[in-house]
């Protein structure tokens, strides 16, 4: 059993900057992938960006790379995106999410657990 809460979403202005957190029970960091996930009203949810077990591999959406960051605290337990230079496609609601898979996870379906999501505005 893995539980993740996130947190630290909110409303932004274009151009402003977030720092989501995903709060992981267990070992989560040294037996799982760790990803964030976002879904936009009227689209699909989409991978914006994953980390692998070890840290040593990461994965960025082309439209997110140089403007967001993930990293993770093992002595916390908990991962973080640092999300700047927002835009308001990046508004949606954000999902931190689980995967046992070596490497970077891509698909949904690779993913076992997953955060309650948290909401992320940004006007423009």
């Known amino acids: 059993q893995v539980q993740l809460v996130e947190s630290g979403g909110g409303l932004v202005q274009a151009g402003g900057s977030l720092r989501l957190s995903c709060a992981a029970s267990?070992?989560?960091?040294?037996?799982?992938?760790m990803g964030w996930f976002r879904q936009a009203p009227g689209k699909e949810r989409e991978l914006v960006t994953a980390?692998?077990?070890?840290?040593?591999?990461?994965f960025y959406v082309d439209s997110v790379k140089g403007r967001f960051t993930i990293a993770r605290d093992g002595a916390e337990n908990t991962v973080y995106l640092q999300m700047n230079s927002l835009k308001p496609e990046d508004t949606g609601v954000y999902y931190c999410?689980?995967?046992?898979?070596?490497?970077?996870?891509?698909?949904?379906?690779?993913?076992?657990?997953w955060g309650q999501g948290t909401q992320v505005t940004v006007s423009s």
């Open positions: 267990g070992r989560t960091f040294s037996s799982y992938a």
């Open positions: 980390l692998s077990r070890t840290g040593s591999i990461t």
């Open positions: 999410a689980a995967a046992a898979i070596t490497g970077i996870p891509r698909r949904q379906n690779d993913y076992q657990y």
